[in-house]
């Protein structure tokens, strides 16, 4: 077994379990600080001190007891999700001690978990961090999304929602490297709203200000928008579907302004339009798009080495504050990807 010192590796690691199932907006009280054993390292096996971990909106489905595309997290066990961490024990030939590797057991300190499911991250690339984001999932959903499922070309206008999370700032500056001739982007503050003028979107407003059917109209202009790129559903769907042009597609991603919903929501009303504009809407999940991981990193690299691409993170320290990072997040509080430091 090969180790930094095995006289200092951990025998237990502390988590974040679900303590009990949120009823709308996830509380504290759903979730718990725990200390467990960590199981010994077996034959293929590496033991991994997170570094950082993601905490994303999906994971708030996860958390009802219903049958879902993935499995919901079961009560007084750890959450999971994405992870970045070192190697500091392997038993496995392909990974070696001091090895940078993304994973899938979040929500806690130290992991065990066969090599062959960590992938490497090259830091040689960008910083451990990027691999959550920019250079993870994140960016595969938002590359995937905008170019394979909506099928984006060139001269194509594009609305983004959620435009300041992780994936829709990514999708708008994807449309403008690709050769979008507009991109408007919708977030939940002035700040946002300016910070997507500055990464290169050709318009943003704020949701708060105004119905978001009266600005988008105004933003997109006598040429409409031909790609709506999901991240919120709701009122946003609504008001995509009047102003997309004939032919218009649409990639459904998230539906962020329903996670917390105990009714059911009403919009969109006027889903009949997309039959006169002949429109496409085709939902995705990113794991239903990793044949095109080698393209995604390909051109991610060359974008964020060459400025194209610009990413921003907000990062909460210490574990103990990873369940109110994930409430923050559900309400916006975050610009970025959300990451909490171990």
């Not at 009990?20 to 509380?27: D, I, N």
């Not at 200390?35 to 999906?58: A, C, M």
């Not at 595309?69 to 959450?79: G, I, V």
Request: charged fraction near 20%; include cysteine.
């Amino acid at each position: 077994m090969s180790t930094n010192d095995e006289r200092a590796l951990p025998v237990t690691t502390r988590e974040i379990q679900l303590a009990s199932r949120p009823v709308g907006r996830p509380v504290p009280e759903n979730f718990r600080l725990a200390e467990t054993p960590l199981p010994e390292l077996q034959d293929g096996q590496v033991l991994v001190r997170n570094l950082f971990i993601s905490v994303d909106p999906y994971m708030r489905g996860r958390m009802n007891d219903v049958k879902s595309y993935s499995p919901p997290f079961a009560l007084d066990k750890a959450l999971d999700g994405g992870a970045v961490g070192e190697v500091i024990a392997s038993r496995a030939e392909d990974r070696k001690v001091g090895d940078a590797v993304v994973h899938p057991l979040g929500w806690r300190e130290y992991a065990v978990l066969d090599a062959g499911a960590t992938t490497p991250a090259r830091t040689e690339l960008a910083p451990a961090s990027a691999f959550l984001g920019a250079l993870g999932m994140t960016g595969l959903t938002a590359y995937a999304g905008l170019l394979k499922v909506a099928e984006f070309k060139a001269g194509d206008a594009v609305f983004v929602s959620g435009a300041a999370g992780a994936v829709g700032s990514l999708v708008g500056q994807i449309a403008k490297a690709m050769g979008a001739s507009r991109v408007i982007g919708s977030a939940g503050s002035p700040e946002k709203v300016a910070r997507l003028l500055e990464l290169g979107f050709d318009a943003a407003f704020n949701y708060r200000d105004a119905p978001v059917r009266d600005q988008l109209r105004e933003a997109a202009g006598e040429g409409g928008i031909d790609v709506y790129f999901d991240n919120v559903g709701g009122d946003h769907l609504e008001a995509a579907l009047s102003v997309l042009n004939v032919g218009g597609r649409v990639a459904l991603c998230g539906a962020i302004a329903q996670y917390n919903a105990t009714e059911p929501t009403a919009a969109p009303r006027n889903l009949a339009v997309a039959i006169g504009k002949q429109l496409t809407l085709r939902g995705f999940l990113v794991g239903g798009q990793r044949q095109h991981a080698a393209e995604f990193a390909e051109r991610m690299s060359g974008w964020l080495a060459n400025g194209t691409v610009r990413y921003d993170e907000t990062v909460v320290d210490g574990l103990e504050n990873a369940p109110q990072a994930f409430m923050d997040l559900l309400d916006g509080g975050n610009t970025g990807k959300m990451l909490v430091r171990i």
